[in-house]
């Protein structure tokens, strides 16, 4: 037999293209009925009709030799070569569909297969079998699957309709506060293939994966009412999921690991359309509109007044963020919210789950059960603000707070991780600081947390929950909240640093709090966390000098000569918060820094690159340096001159 070519073998001759043909048939042979529990009966059928032309395409390289095929033989092969494609293409959708997707549309996709049916009996009603060279066997096989699909109607599977009218109905009754029936939706789920918490779990996955490609509210409320009622089925039929073992690793199919550049500072989550405001900073337009328009005249991050509210889009940053989305398959368009996307049926579904899971967190289960629910919540309230406040609002607060004390280190982590969530929430904010002991069980794991990573989430918390004013002095007034910061910037690995400067930056706008801040030794601190977190070190440092801590960073030894590093070396934003701590030490720590910066090789230079390629706010920080520098040229120019002429004298 020939030898198959790999997909995409030019077919410009005969030979190439059966090769291609005979490759196309036989990778659907790896297809079998059970990758397919709806849409069964038409993935068999089409699969058969594809064996049999595997027949054909093999009996011509076997019996013509050498092979040459009528000029009209090739361009039915051609077609069917195209119609192959098409089956493979719609095969592999419905395997890595949602089943339950699949299911509701099962009139669709089974005209899909109908139609490919009939383009194929086209193609055979034309192909030139007897200018063929082929055995009696193969023409037999041929002649009885152009009858087969000659007679070939549209199908759709009884059972396959049955069970979707199960699937909507249940939907009803959750639309319309109806518990479903547990016998009925265990049986449902059965037919379907999901069996188990992890096919429960991939299925979740997949409905939310096609999300993204939706075109309409209509569709993405179906696919959000689909995964409330997966989601309520699983935690009913199969328990709560098991969190992976080791508490530092992160669950991929809730969490994945952004940069911290693409996170609103806000929410937390990523931007989806970056804006820049008045003091530099960026955030995600809807966060800092909503925050604006709430009445705040601050900035969140630095705490300096916002003297416009104009929001320039930060397109560099959206292209950047679109691109590292694209190269790991991440849906990034920004997706609409409104009108049906949380319809009623799926936020009720959220809620009788939420309320299941609530109800076995208040029944004092072991720990691991209750691990297995904190987690399940912890999912819930990853994404969504309708999901974190149906979690709130059937009470799941006052459950989780005392887990935060817990010397099992996977249920804090679980525990504490679940409250960030839950903060970002505005509404959520006062009911978890209003929660019994909320407020001391939060600093209990950042003082105390078993991992690195509850007390990194525990330092995310505070910075979530201190983007409200009165919480923000609350947090910072009290001593065990800037200890606990500056200990695991001090202590802890490069990202816990990253979190803690950011907590610490949001309580920085205080001078009070800057003042034991410093006391707690924060500017040694930031300055030996520069190397690992650039940007918030000196985000740091430039709101500490700010607020009277200039003098503090100034007697620091080394410290002129670290900005100066961060000013040529850093980012854009650490450059600008670099040069902004220079002019204040400059201006308030006396001669010996600009003493030291004066002296630093290519100074003038390095300053002249930020005045022309820096953001707004550095060009005109570096033009206020440059002039400190040629001020302190000056006078020395002028001390020698007076000196010269006091000794002639």
Known sequence: MAIISPPGTPSSSPLSLLQSLLFLSQDLSHYTPFHFPPQKR?????????RLLYLLFQDLLQNATPISLPHSATLCLKEISLLLHKTRSLLHGCTTSSRTWLLLHTHRVSNSFHELVLDLSTILDILPLSALSLSDDVREQIDLLKKQCARSKPFVDPTDETLRSEILKFIDDVENEIVPDRARLAAAFKRLGL?????????????????????????????????????????????????????????????????????????????????????????????????????????????????????????????????????????????????????????????????????KLGDSPSTEAANRVVHELRVMAKTGAANRACVAEVGAIPWLIPLLGSDDPDLQINAVTTVLNLSILEGN????????????????????????????????????????????????????????????????????????????????????????????????????????????????????????????VAAMKGSVGILVGVTINGSD????????????????????????????PRIERVLLEVMQNGSERARVKAASLGRICRRWVMAQQLDRTVGFTISRA
């Open 42 to 50: 038409n993935s068999s059928s089409i699969l058969r009709k594809s």
């Open 195 to 359: 069996e188990d918490s992890r096919s429960c779990r991939d299925e979740i996955r997949c409905l939310e994966d096609q999300i993204a490609n939706q075109n309409s509210e209509k569709s993405t409320a179906e696919i959000l009412a689909l995964i409330g009622l997966v989601r309520y089925g699983k935690c009913i039929l199969f328990g709560a999921s098991t969190p992976r073992p080791n508490a530092k690793q992160r669950f991929p199919e809730e969490e994945i690991a952004f940069p911290a550049d693409f996170r609103c500072p806000i929410s937390l989550e990523l931007m989806r359309d970056p804006v820049v405001v008045a003091t530099g900073q960026t955030y995600d337009r809807e966060n800092i509109s909503r925050w604006i328009e709430s009445g705040h005249g601050a900035c969140p991050k630095t705490g300096q007044a916002l003297s416009r509210p104009d929001l320039i889009p930060n397109r560099a940053l959206k292209n950047q963020i679109a691109r590292w989305c694209e190269e790991r398959n991440i849906p990034y368009a920004k997706r609409e919210t409104n009108g049906v996307a949380w319809n009623k049926a799926a936020l009720e579904a959220m809620k009788l789950t939420a309320s299941f899971l609530v109800e």
């Open 429 to 552: 904010k006062r009911r978890i600081m209003d929660a019994d002991g909320g407020f001391d069980a939060i600093i209990h794991v950042l003082r105390s947390g078993a991992t690195w990573e509850a007390k990194e989430n525990a330092a995310a918390t505070v910075l979530s929950l201190s983007v409200e004013t009165a919480y923000r002095k609350r947090f910072g007034r009290d001593p065990r909240v800037v200890k606990g910061l500056v200990d695991l910037v001090r202590d802890g690995p490069a990202s816990s640093k990253r979190d803690g400067l950011a907590a610490v930056l949001n309580l920085a706008g205080d001078m009070e709090t800057v003042g034991r801040m410093l006391d707690e030794g924060l500017v040694e601190v930031a300055l030996e966390s520069v190397s690992e977190a650039a940007e918030e070190a000196a985000a740091v440092l430039a709101a500490v000098c700010r607020k009277g801590g200039a003098e503090a």
């Open 573 to 600: 934003r650490a450059r600008e918060c670099a040069v902004a701590a220079l002019v204040s030490v400059c201006r308030n720590g006396g001669n010996g820094a600009v003493t030291e910066l004066v002296g630093t």
